[in-house]
């Protein structure tokens, strides 16, 4: 079953309506099936943990030369998004900050800074009371 998360895009448009073809250009793909190396760009897509608010998000970005390159970094988007574990709420820290780098135009975040935050910021209840923390 071929993975669906990577795929491949155009930005040509129809002569008639203006609109964007996308996955449907016929220029994407060779007369044998397979993918043009000189027509489009590499895209993927990942579920993201819901909003706050319980909206589903995704999180999509495009442009790549290789399906390699696009793999490479899906991947290492999922792997940011295993770190918070079953944490509601970090998780959607974590997918807060995917999408701003992606709404940047950014890199995404280095694992190893998520894994400090994370680490840095422990469970609420390791945090003492302004008492406890005055009389220590």
Not at 41 to 57: F, K, N, S
Request: glycine content about 10%; some cysteine; charged content about 30%.
């Amino acid at each position: 079953m071929p993975d669906r998360s990577i795929f491949k895009r155009c930005g040509c448009r129809e002569t008639h309506s203006g609109k964007l073809i996308g996955t449907h250009c016929l220029q994407l793909r060779r007369a044998n099936g397979s993918w043009s190396s000189e027509h489009g760009h590499w895209h993927y897509r990942i579920e993201l943990p819901r909003a706050i608010d319980g909206r589903r998000r995704q999180l999509r970005r495009g442009g790549f030369d290789t399906r390699a390159a696009a793999a490479t970094e899906r991947d290492h988007a999922r792997a940011l998004l295993t770190l918070v574990g079953r944490d509601r709420t970090r998780g959607i820290e974590i997918g807060d900050m995917l999408q701003h780098a992606v709404h940047t135009r950014g890199p995404l975040p280095d694992g190893d800074n998520i894994r400090q935050r994370l680490r840095a910021r422990g469970s609420h209840a390791d945090i003492p009371t302004v008492a406890d923390y005055l009389t220590t």
